[in-house]
């Protein structure tokens, strides 16, 4: 059975770091491109970052480009998303979702399975 | 950068249709996908490539694509379809990931 579980999330100040972490499990990690999309309290989905299932292609929204970045372990089959220079904007719950398949070209295709999800909450 | 523009909100009577539209610049070129989000759940996709069902999805949930407008359409609606719905795209152009602002559909 296909699971992602999202871990890392927490309280943290403006300006700080915090890294988060989706274990996969049930499948092939490495034959699956990962996204990780956040949902502020009350808003809608907002898109952070894809990686394909090689790692070497990644992309990041405009509002994380610089500050997060995210990578992948392929012997743990572990999901990473860095984030630094924290802002209050980027309280959100964050989900890690799987995409259909691996290279680049199945960034266009559906997220097919999500986590679900761990709280961010960035506050002085 | 690419936007898709979705209705806030929709209303429908049991056993009713539900049609949530989502707008974009020629969105009819591009792959749209579904995800229904119940409260406090994680999204799940409902629709994908436009109009494909995902194993599991009750045919009540199917999906078109043209022009500029994608719909999702929710035949004999139920109360335990009330939920959030976005809908998504690849905007190739830019290599990011867009979704629409979301639906909340109510079931009166």
């Known amino acids: 059975d296909v699971q992602l579980l999202e871990s890392g999330g927490g309280l943290v100040q403006p300006g700080r770091s915090l890294r988060l972490a989706c274990a996969a499990s049930?499948?092939?990690?490495?034959?699956?491109?990962m996204t990780w999309v956040r949902q502020a309290p009350g808003k809608g989905l907002e898109w952070v970052s894809s990686?394909?299932?090689?790692?070497?292609?990644?992309y990041h929204a405009d509002s994380v480009k610089g500050r997060f970045t995210i990578s992948r372990d392929s012997s743990n089959n572990i999901l990473f998303l860095q984030m630094s220079s924290l802002r209050v904007e980027d309280t959100a719950i964050y989900y890690c979702?799987?995409?259909?398949?691996?290279?680049?070209?199945?960034?266009?295709?559906?997220?097919?399975?999500w986590g679900l999800g761990t709280l961010v909450t960035v506050s002085s | 950068s690419y936007v898709l523009t979705q209705p806030p909100s929709v209303s429908v009577a049991p056993g009713q249709t539900a049609m949530i539209s989502c707008g974009g610049d020629?969105?009819?070129?591009?792959?749209v996908h579904w995800y229904q989000q119940k409260a406090g759940q994680a999204p799940v996709v409902v629709v994908f490539?436009?109009?494909d069902r995902p194993s599991g999805i009750p045919e009540r949930f199917s999906g078109s694509n043209s022009g500029d407008t994608a719909t999702l359409t929710i035949s004999r609606v139920e109360a335990g379809d009330e939920a959030d719905y976005y809908c998504?795209?690849?905007?190739?152009?830019?290599?990011?990931?867009?979704f629409g602002g979301g639906t909340k559909l109510t079931v009166l």
């Open positions: 979702a799987r995409m259909y398949c691996g290279n680049t070209a199945c960034l266009g295709r559906e997220m097919e399975k």
């Open positions: 049930g499948y092939s990690f490495s034959d699956h491109a």
């Open positions: 990686i394909s299932g090689d790692g070497e292609s990644t």
């Open positions: 020629t969105i009819g070129a591009y792959s």
């Open positions: 490539d436009g109009s």
């Open positions: 998504q795209v690849w905007d190739y152009r830019s290599d990011h990931v867009v």
